[in-house]
């Protein structure tokens, strides 16, 4: 499978991600949004927001490798976000109660 990424002339270069993935591939994974639970169902972190992001993150890292992929067969991210302000984009990747962020993905593999 091959994933091109792209950040076209007169868009914002993100250090994050980029603007455009181009996938070819036969096989479309749909992954359904993880929020901040560990296997057992209990909650993680509570009030934090970057433990939460990370717990997402770690679920759907493992939700790919269950059907052969990594997160650089990922085509897509979406992430859902409680009571989203721009003064809190610096705690997206560290920081705030109750389940704060839902991390969803979209994987294309050969």
Same mark, same amino acid.
């Given at each position: 499978? =091959?994933? !091109?990424?792209?950040?076209?002339?007169?868009?914002?270069?993100?250090? #994050? @991600? %980029?603007?455009?993935?181009? =996938? !070819?591939?036969? %096989?479309?994974? $749909?992954?359904?949004?993880?929020?901040?639970?560990?296997? /057992?169902?209990? %909650?993680?972190? &509570?009030?934090?927001? =970057?433990?939460?992001?990370?717990?997402? @993150? #770690? /679920?759907?890292? !493992?939700?790919? *490798?269950?059907?052969?992929?990594? $997160? /650089?067969?990922?085509? +897509?991210?979406?992430? @859902?976000?409680?009571?989203?302000?721009?003064? +809190?984009?610096?705690? $997206?990747? &560290?920081? &705030?109660?109750? #389940?704060?962020?839902?991390?969803? *993905?979209? *994987?294309?593999?050969?």
């Amino acid at each position: 499978m =091959a994933v !091109t990424l792209v950040d076209p002339a007169g868009l914002p270069t993100v250090d #994050l @991600y %980029r603007q455009v993935s181009v =996938a !070819t591939g036969s %096989r479309l994974v $749909f992954l359904a949004g993880q929020v901040a639970v560990d296997a /057992d169902g209990s %909650r993680v972190g &509570e009030g934090d927001l =970057a433990a939460q992001v990370e717990q997402c @993150y #770690l /679920d759907v890292g !493992t939700a790919l *490798a269950e059907v052969g992929a990594s $997160f /650089d067969d990922v085509v +897509k991210l979406t992430v @859902y976000l409680v009571d989203w302000a721009p003064e +809190k984009m610096p705690l $997206f990747v &560290e920081e &705030e109660p109750g #389940l704060l962020v839902e991390v969803e *993905a979209t *994987a294309v593999l050969d």
